[in-house]
C-alpha cells in the first residue's frame, strides 16, 4: 500500500476570514509575564497556535518577550524551524516511535522524553548523528496522562546522570501538566506542584542542574504566579481567553476574529421554512441573508437557532439548521441595511458588537479551546496590527467580596487597602498570611488592609527595619497581628533545603509565642518557605505591570499541600 501526504486543509475562500490582531498577542504576552513575575515565558503554540497561525504568532511571542516555545509534535516544531525561526528554544513533546528523531537533532530542536523507550531512542540517534541531544523530562505528578511517576523518576536517575556525564545529552529541566488548575483553591495543584519540586530536589542532589523547569500553564499562572519554576507555558492566555472567566477582567485581549462576507440577501415570506427539515420557520414578512461558513468551517451545529451574528454593529440571529457550507440570518423586515458584500462577524474580541468565543463555548456547553481550534475549512487566515485598547479596569467597588481564592486588579491604593479588609475577614487567630511579590508590589499596603480588618492597633509600616512587628487586638479578647519581615530573616538562604527550619528558629528567638497564638501573622517575603511550615496558610500574591502603578493579586488557601504525595 502506498500513501500519500499533501494539504490536510480545504481550499481556502475568498469569504471567509480569521484575521489574528499580532498586536493583542504581543499585548497579551506581556499581560503573561506580568502574572509569571521573575518566571520566564515558553509560548505553547501547537495546534497551529491554537487556530491562529503559529509561524506569525511565535515570531510576535519572542519579540515580545517569550524565551522559548512549546510544540505537541516534531512537525509543528519542524515548521517553524523551516520558517526561519532558527534561533529560538523550541521544545516538542508528543511524539511515538515513527518521530524521526535525528532529523530533530539535527534541526536543533529540544525533545522531551516521557518514557524509558524515547529515552532508548534518543540515545541511538545521538550515536548515529554525533549530535548531543537536549532533553526535558516529563513527570506525571497528577495529571494522570504522559509522563514518569516520582517512583520510576528516582529510578531513572543514575541512567540520565551517566547519559549527561558522557556528554550524549543535557537534561535542562523537568516539566509536567496541571490537572485541576482553573479550579480555584483546588489543593491538587499545590500537591502537583511540590511534587515537581520534590523531583527536582532528588535530581539536583544526584547531580544534574535542572535549570529549566516548568509547570504553569495559563490558569496556574493566573492563580499562582510562577510558582518558583524558571519556566511557565501559558497557552489559552496568549491568545486572549482566560480559562476562568470567573475572575473577570484580566487585561486579556481575544486575537482572533471570524467574519465572511454576506454573499446574498433575500425578502423572506411569512411561514416559509429556513434549512433542512425546516426546523425554523419565518413568523412574518422578513430579509434573510446568507453567510457562507457552515459546520465543514468549524461551527459547531449545535449553536442551530443560538448563535448571532454582528454585522454593521447590528446583532442578528442565526436562523434553521447550519448546513455545511453556509448559515441564514434572520435581518427582519427592513433588511436591517444589510447588504451583499457587508462583513459578518462570527465572533471576535467583542469590540464591534460581537459575541466572543467564550460567548460560543458558554452556548454550546465546551471550553473556548475547542471553539478557537475548530477554527477552519475553507477560512483564510490574514494578519493584523490593530492597537489595542486595554480593557476597564476594575475597581474595589466593583469586585465581589474576596473569597477563599481569586485574583483582583489594584488600581488604586485604596484597592489594595479594601482587599486587605475583606482577606481579614477569613482570618482567625493562629492564621498565617504570606504575602508574595517584587519590591514595590504593595505588600506592606495590603498588610495595613489586613490590620484594619482586623481592627488591631498600631500603625503597620515597612517591616525592612525590624524583623517583627506586634500589632495589639484593638478591643479586649480581640485577635491581635504580628507583622514579619521574612526576606531578612531568610537573607541568602533562597535555596537553602533548611530555610523553613532556620526561619522557625528565627521567630522562637523573638519570643512571640504567646503573641502567636492569639495573633494573626502576616509574613513578607516567604513565598514558598512559610507555607511548609504550617498546616494551612493564606497565600497572596502581588504583581506591579511594568512601568505603572497599576497591579494585580492573587490569593488562595493552601491547605496542607504536602500530604499525600506522588
Partial sequence: MTLYTGETILTPSTQLFATVNLDAIAHNIGVMQRFAGDTQIMAVVKADAYGHGAIEVSKTALAAGAVELGCATYEEAMQLRNAGIVDAPILFWMWGPSTPVEEALRANLMIAVAAEWQLDAVLAAVKNTGISASLTIKLDTGMGRSG??????????????????????????????????????????????????????????????????????????????????????????????????????????????????????????????????????????????????????????????????????????????????????????DGGGVSQGDEAFLFGDGSRGELTALDWANLIGTIPYEVICAVGGRTTRRYEHRPVTPTRASSSAEAHPAGPAGLRKLSTVEDTLQLGRELAAQLRAGDVVVLDGALGAGKTVLARGISEGLGVQGRVTSPTFVIARSHRPGTPGGVGMVHVDAYRLLDGMEDDPNAGEALLDELDALDLDTELTDSVVVVEWGGGVVERLVERSLVVTLARSPGSDKRHATWRWVDDPYRELP
Fill in 148 to 333: 514518569f511517576t516520582s517512583h520510576q523518576w528516582n529510578t531513572l536517575l543514575p541512567r540520565l546522570c551517566e547519559a549527561e556525564a558522557s556528554g550524549m545529552v543535557h537534561i535542562r529541566g523537568l516539566m509536567a501538566h496541571f490537572s485541576s488548575a482553573d479550579e480555584l483553591g483546588n489543593p491538587v495543584t499545590d500537591r502537583q506542584a511540590e511534587g515537581l519540586r520534590v523531583a527536582i530536589d532528588h535530581g539536583r542532589r544526584a547531580g544534574l542542574r535542572l535549570d529549566h523547569n516548568h509547570h504553569a500553564n495559563t490558569a496556574a499562572l493566573l492563580t499562582h504566579g510562577g510558582m518558583g519554576f524558571e519556566l511557565a507555558r501559558p497557552g489559552l492566555g496568549i491568545y486572549g481567553i482566560s480559562p476562568m472567566p470567573e475572575l473577570g477582567d484580566l487585561d486579556l485581549v481575544p486575537a482572533l476574529t471570524w467574519s465572511a462576507a454576506v454573499t446574498l440577501t433575500k425578502p423572506f415570506p411569512a411561514g416559509a421554512g429556513v434549512s433542512y427539515n425546516h426546523d425554523w420557520h419565518a413568523p412574518a414578512d422578513t430579509v434573510t441573508a446568507i453567510v457562507p461558513c457552515g459546520y465543514a468551517d468549524g461551527i459547531d451545529r449545535r449553536l442551530t437557532n443560538q448563535l448571532e451574528v454582528t454585522i454593521n454593529g447590528k446583532r442578528f440571529p442565526e436562523v434553521g439548521r447550519i448546513s455545511m457550507d453556509q448559515i441564514v440570518v434572520n435581518l427582519g423586515d
